[in-house]
């Protein structure tokens, strides 16, 4: 059996709080690496740097409107 399979299957029987203490252990796994860590909630499954792309065009989007509405106030 491979490593990866054992881990899965003793993970099953881990607490909550052993399974939170897991999650952070790859968290820090992953920031060692610097690959960025990968987030999965309702939306889907994010990495760090999806998240701050969608920052970037979001930030984009607000100085859009914000220069808009100070063109519309010079008017």
């Known amino acids: ?14 607490t909550d709080n052993d399974l939170r203490r897991v999650e952070q252990a790859l ?5 060692q690496r610097r690959t960025g860590i990968i987030f ?12 701050s792309a969608l920052a970037a065009e979001a930030f984009k989007m607000m100085d859009r409107d914000e220069r808009a509405a100070a063109k519309g106030k010079q008017e």
């Open 27 to 31: 968290h820090a796994i992953y920031r």
């Open 1 to 14: 059996m491979s490593t990866v399979a054992e881990i899965a299957g003793a993970m099953a029987s881990l």
């Open 40 to 51: 999965d909630d309702a939306y889907g499954v994010l990495t760090e740097e999806d998240q």
